[in-house]
């Protein structure tokens, strides 16, 4: 299904995702889409995961993107636009800014608040850098504003976002990027498969943000559908499929009930879940095979030691 789209003149683009999600929960087999978790307050909670010690990617991206900077710099040139999907606090693009020189910056995210007051400040910082900002569900589809030039962009995805897509929900996101990319390419940061323990500490810390993260989606759903999730009702569970090579969350229920919401209501019983979120990991292998397929023909890749994570350049 095709989530309707409308722009308004401040370049944020609106959804309405009440008929996605109702649908979701009344699967078979529950599911919330993994972009809910991202609402401002989720977003302030998953920075929070970062600075977390059991949480690895954020800090070994940044060593990587910190060790390797002068070669990246190199293999992805300066200058043009940088198109940064699921920015966030914008801080990993900042990290760039310096070595690759974009005349152009374009932050595109899922939760439009929490996007604007990053970028505001960033403009203070780098006036010289032409910025703008986009509230954009682009799970589906990305659409780039006709005012941001074809001319080399290059499209900066971090944090191994890609591991929450399906394999082929994926390859349909890398395809559009290398067909909007023109002359220019992918920075992304793709997270490896590792060892159960280590995936598990990452996605169940003992201080419990991530639970709080998983749990506030609830929150974010009940401000899109007027439902009546109460949080206290689930808790957090984390599952990883070796098959699928992927970590899972979920939301279990501590007890029978019933959520309604306009026209509709789903039952629960105890121990059913929400499917929440995937996680996949990737060997080095199975994400250039994937970007192949993708249309890209050349990667550079760079790695940690331990080979936790990847950072990748494709074109």
């Not at 909670?45 to 690895?56: C, G, N, R, V």
Request: proline share 4%; glycine share 6%; aromatic share 10%.
């Amino acid at each position: 299904m095709q989530i309707p789209i409308t722009s308004e003149d401040n370049g944020t683009i609106h959804h309405d995702f009440t008929h996605e999600i109702g649908i979701g929960l009344l699967a078979q087999s529950p599911s919330i889409s993994p972009k809910f978790l991202y609402d401002p307050l989720g977003s302030h909670l998953f920075t929070a995961i970062t600075l977390l010690p059991e949480y690895y990617p954020t800090n070994t991206e940044k060593n990587i993107f910190s060790q390797y900077q002068d070669q990246i710099a190199e293999a992805v040139g300066v200058g043009g636009t940088l198109i940064d999907l699921g920015a966030g606090n914008c801080q990993k693009a900042e990290s760039f800014f310096n070595a690759l020189k974009p005349s152009t910056y374009l932050a595109i995210d899922f939760s439009i608040e929490y996007l604007q007051d990053a970028v505001t400040k960033l403009k203070g910082k780098f006036p010289n850098i032409h910025m703008q900002c986009i509230g954009m569900d682009f799970s589906k589809q990305i659409l780039i504003p006709s005012s941001i030039s074809k001319t080399k962009r290059t499209f900066f995805y971090p944090g191994s976002s890609i591991g929450n897509f399906l394999s082929c929900e994926a390859l349909q996101l890398l395809s559009q990027i290398k067909n909007q990319s023109t002359d220019g390419g992918l920075l992304m940061g793709v997270d490896l498969m590792k060892e159960d323990s280590v995936l598990l500490a990452a996605y169940d810390d003992p201080l419990k943000v991530t639970a709080a993260f998983n749990l506030n989606i609830l929150n974010s759903v009940n401000s899109h559908l007027s439902s009546n999730f109460r949080l206290d009702q689930f808790s957090h569970k984390v599952k990883i499929n070796h098959e699928e090579n992927r970590v899972e969350l979920y939301l279990e229920a501590l007890e029978d009930l019933i959520v309604s919401w306009p026209e509709n209501s789903k039952v629960f019983k105890k121990g059913d879940l929400i499917h929440t979120e995937n996680s996949h990991k990737y060997t080095i292998e199975s994400i250039k095979k994937l970007l192949k397929n993708a249309g890209f023909e050349k990667t550079k890749i760079w790695t940690d030691p331990k080979e936790y994570f990847a950072v990748i350049y494709a074109q």
